[in-house]
Each structure stands twice: as C-alpha cells, then as structure tokens.
Nanobody, 121 residues
C-alpha cells in the first residue's frame, strides 16, 4: 500500500507564503521517478503547478513561475513546494503526485488526498 501524505495547506492573506510537504509512505520498497504538485480550483480542471524529476529537473506552470519553488529532499521521497507572493487566484486544492513502482510491479500514478490552500484578498 502506497500513500502520499500531504501537509502545509491553510489560509493566508494575499502576498503571504505557505509551504506544502508531501512524503511517500509504503510498507514495501519502491522506486520513484517524477513527483509533482497539481491543483484544482472550483469549476476548473486540475493543472500542473510544479514537477521535479528524479534527477532534479524542475518544471513550473506559467502562472506560478518566479513565485513557487519545488524541491526534493536527499531521501527523494519527500517534496516541498514553497509558495511565495500568493494571490487569491492560487486558491485551490493542491494534490501531490508521484510516478512510482513498487518492487516487482510497473510504474503507475499515485495521488495524495489533497490539501486546501486559500488566499484571501
């Protein structure tokens, strides 16, 4: 059983900062390729916020470039999303994503439960 455990969401005023964390938890060995954060606002499609490959290559959605930063710790099973200069339009449920394979199984997509980020104007 693989779980993506998210934390760090909440309510913040416009211009403020939040940091999201996501850790992969599993009772068996696994290998991770890419990890990412996606978000979904009410009435909108889920969109990529930021991704990071196993080699540390990062990608960002156009709306967050220069404000958000994704990083991965040395164990490579935890990712952080530092969100600065937050805007009301950043309000959404943020989901952690991992492209992961448990031992003996193929790579597949895993998603966290989501954490709410609300930015007040």
């Amino acid at each position: 059983q693989v779980q993506l455990v998210e934390s760090g969401g909440g309510l913040v005023q416009a211009g403020g900062s939040l940091r999201l964390s996501c850790t992969v938890a599993s009772g068996s060995s696994f290998t991770i390729r890419d990890m990412a954060w996606y978000r979904q606002a009410p009435g909108k499609q889920r969109e990529l916020v930021a991704s990071i490959s196993n080699g540390g290559v990062t990608k960002y959605g156009d709306s967050v470039k220069g404000r958000f930063a994704i990083s991965r710790d040395n164990t490579k099973i935890t990712i952080l999303l530092q969100m600065n200069s937050l805007k009301p339009e950043d309000t959404a449920v943020y989901y952690c994503y991992a492209d992961l394979a448990q031992v003996g199984l193929q790579y597949r997509d895993y998603w966290g439960q989501g954490t709410q980020v609300t930015v007040s104007s």
